[in-house]
């Protein structure tokens, strides 16, 4: 029985299979993403969305769905489901039977007498989805329909019936290509078996997304159908059908979809989710290795790529992709500094420089040489810690007291805004952005010393201690027992979040050991959760343990209790630095509770973000890279100290 598997009684209760979405990405940078159902509640689910490099790489939809039916003495049996206003039409989740992950996304239909399974596989390589269909029972002569429903617009839009769409379908083999207007690919839809093909252009109106209306966005959309394809089908040959952006050689597609299936990692356990997870964000272009931020509507955030590989790759054993997207990274992270005023956006995010010097630390960690990672990023530290010296980073500069004062709002991770207005008042000195510097400092000096750099020695060695002697005045007092979020002018704000962990789980800490037991009680009682830890403790004001309703609503409540399992990584870390195997059992208990997390919002896979109030549900993207990595960490951390403890 598969790990990941749905029966009949979920699959037909649309109010808990429209809840649960699978994602399937390949290394061209395609994804397909839908509900274990297949019907489309996102905007941005699809069967076949892939990056136009004409467009500047963005992802758009191709193929949104494809509906089935099967016919048997005259009678047609509509498979597929979509929603509109007040209804779903046609019903075809009423047929399904079971839904499996492992080791591709496989539905079940019974319709009568005809048992017939359906298996999503997208090529590795290539802008392709295969469709594999087996007829497993039949007990008369079984002919079966395919309609396709095109979109061919960006994920972030919805398209309209128009008059500019070109209609027209151009006969390829076993098939037909089509593109829907200029500037985009051909796509080129296509059968395995001789099939027929009957141009009937039309467009299906106002379909609705239920996830984006929940979202409070614009929701509703008209697909396009060419036509569709007409063949018979027999028990025990199997027929795919492929969607792609080049023309592919019918003979050899069901050859394809055993060679590409065989590559695929088996999701038969808790750890193996994680490490497929892990594997779907990573893209390569060429020589250009990334991350991808999370499904099915994120890109890229140069952050979330620090704060994650070392859960992505290393935790797993991949030091050569952990290598490639460093190095990518780093050329990125040095533009920061350019005097070019197209980057000032990217260059108030003061943060993302600092959490650099953490993502080395885990290598060293893991294992690699001191005076090799300073050889291969001295430049690259050195260029940071000097441009932040000088005050040449937008929104930053460095006081007489050693700590670094953010002159703009929106300059750390929470950053979340509404009609251009930050909703976290936060500047001033930053409890993290100051933990961060104090830790950059404390641990290139560390490498310099491997090497004898004796100038910046020089420069640097007096800082450290001038810092945390400044970092305790402005964020500590025995009396509160835990560090203040920010201080500007007179006020300090004692908002419990999460913001003061970084200050003990960095490798050079400004705390002492009584101070960290302190701090990590507080963050126990406020802030922990089972889903990771919130953004803000529910006993301020402020406090929103629900997300929900329109962007506006949404977005007040993302720093403001919402809770982000990618925290726990870091509870953990400060968590098992104290308290060593002691604290094993407790941290193990968390872990195993986002066991049940894998099958009830993204198929496998860990959520951005988790409601601050019980039960804790899951919500916005999906699948999320920073979730997935620090959930893989926490796990590592844990054996790591269990063999301390055996030795």
Same mark, same amino acid.
């Given at each position: 029985m598969s790990y990941l598997k749905f029966d009949k009684a979920q699959l037909v209760n649309t109010e808990y299979s429209l809840k649960r979405e699978f994602i399937r990405t390949n290394r061209a940078g395609s994804f397909a993403s839908s509900t274990i159902i297949n019907c489309n509640t996102r905007k941005y689910h699809g069967l076949l969305i892939c990056p136009i490099d004409k467009?500047?790489?963005?992802?758009?939809?191709?193929? /949104?769905?494809?509906?089935?039916?099967?016919?048997?003495?005259?009678?047609?049996?509509?498979l597929g489901i979509h929603k509109y206003p007040g209804t779903y039409a046609p019903n075809g989740h009423k047929y399904v039977r079971e839904y499996e992950v492992d080791p591709n996304p496989a539905i079940t239909y019974r319709v009568g007498g005809v048992l017939l399974r359906k298996e999503l596989l997208l090529v590795e390589k290539e802008q392709r989805i295969l469709v594999k269909y087996t007829l497993l029972e039949a007990n008369s002569p079984t002919t079966i329909r395919f309609q396709p429903f095109i979109a061919f617009r960006n994920i972030h839009d919805l398209t309209s019936a128009n008059m500019v769409a070109n209609t027209r379908a151009n006969t390829v083999a076993n098939g037909v290509s089509v593109r829907l207007y200029d500037g985009f690919p051909k796509l080129y839809m296509q059968t395995s078996r001789e099939s027929e093909f009957i141009h009937a252009p039309d467009w299906y109106y106002d379909i609705e997304y239920t996830e984006e209306k929940n979202r409070g966005y614009a929701c509703h959309e008209d697909l396009f159908v060419p036509g569709y394809f007409e063949m018979t089908i027999k028990k025990?040959?199997?027929?795919?059908?492929?969607?792609?952006?080049?023309?592919?050689?019918?003979?050899?597609?069901?050859?394809?979809?055993?060679?590409?299936?065989?590559?695929?990692?088996?999701?038969?356990?808790?750890?193996?989710?994680?490490?497929?997870?892990?594997?779907?964000?990573? /893209?390569?272009?060429?020589?250009?290795?990334?991350?991808?931020?999370?499904?099915?509507?994120?890109?890229?955030?140069?952050?979330?790529?620090?704060?994650?590989?070392?859960?992505?790759?290393? /935790?797993?054993?991949?030091?050569?992709?952990?290598?490639?997207?460093?190095?990518?990274?780093?050329?990125?992270?040095?533009?920061?500094?350019?005097?070019?005023?197209?980057?000032?956006?990217?260059?108030? /995010?003061?943060?993302?420089?600092?959490?650099?010097?953490?993502?080395?630390?885990?290598?060293?960690?893991?294992?690699?040489?001191?005076?090799?990672?300073w050889q291969k990023f001295r430049k690259t530290i050195k260029t940071i810690l000097s441009h932040y010296k000088q005050g040449s980073h937008l929104a930053v500069e460095l006081h007489n007291n050693g700590l670094l004062w953010t002159s703009q709002k929106g300059v750390s991770w929470m950053k979340v805004r509404n009609n251009g207005t930050f909703l976290q008042q936060r500047m001033g000195y930053l409890v993290e952005v100051n933990?961060?510097?104090?830790?950059?400092?404390?641990?290139?000096?560390?490498?310099?010393?491997?090497?004898?750099?004796?100038?910046?020695?020089?420069?640097?060695?007096?800082l450290p201690t001038h810092i945390r002697d400044s970092f305790n005045a402005v964020f500590w007092t025995d009396e509160m027992g835990y560090l203040a979020d920010y201080a500007i002018e007179g006020y300090t704000s004692w908002s419990t979040r999460p913001n003061m962990l970084f200050a003990l789980s960095l490798p050079h800490s400004c705390?002492?050991?009584?101070?960290?037991?302190?701090?990590?009680?507080?963050?126990?009682?406020?802030?922990?959760?089972p889903r990771g830890l919130r953004t803000l403790s529910p006993n301020n004001q402020d406090y929103l343990g629900v997300i929900s309703g329109n962007e506006y609503e949404r977005n007040r409540a993302f720093h403001n209790g919402s809770v982000f399992p990618w925290l726990l990584g870091h509870y953990a870390e400060a968590y098992l630095n104290l308290y060593k195997e002691s604290g094993l059992s407790h941290i193990k208990r968390i872990l195993e509770g986002f066991e049940e997390c894998v099958n009830e919002h993204g198929i496998g896979s860990i959520s951005q973000i988790y409601d601050g109030n019980p039960p804790h549900k899951p919500n916005e993207a999906t699948s999320y890279a920073l979730s997935v990595a620090e959930i893989i960490r926490v796990g590592n951390m844990i054996k790591n100290v269990s063999k301390e403890v055996d030795v």
């Open positions: 467009f500047g790489g963005d992802n758009h939809v191709l193929l /949104s769905s494809l509906d089935e039916t099967i016919i048997q003495h005259g009678y047609e049996f509509n025990g040959v199997p027929i795919i059908f492929s969607a792609g952006t080049s023309e592919s050689t019918p003979s050899s597609l069901v050859r394809q979809f055993n060679s590409e299936l065989k590559k695929r990692i088996k999701r038969d356990s808790f750890e193996s989710c994680l490490d497929n997870s892990a594997e779907q964000t990573i /893209s390569r272009k060429g020589k250009h290795v990334s991350i991808i931020n999370g499904f099915p509507f994120l890109s890229h955030s140069e952050r979330n790529t620090y704060l994650s590989i070392p859960g992505l790759c290393l /935790s797993r054993g991949d030091e050569k992709t952990f290598l490639e997207v460093l190095q990518t990274s780093a050329k990125t992270l040095l533009n920061r500094f350019s005097p070019d005023t197209n980057i000032n956006k990217e260059k108030t /995010s003061v943060d993302v420089p600092l959490w650099f010097f953490w993502t080395l630390q885990k290598y060293i960690e893991w294992g690699a040489d001191k005076k090799e990672v933990a961060l510097w104090y830790n950059a400092i404390s641990f290139a000096l560390e490498l310099a010393n491997t090497t004898g750099d004796k100038a910046f020695i020089k420069e640097w060695q007096v705390l002492n050991t009584e101070q960290k037991k302190s701090i990590l009680d507080k963050v126990e009682r406020d802030l922990l959760t």
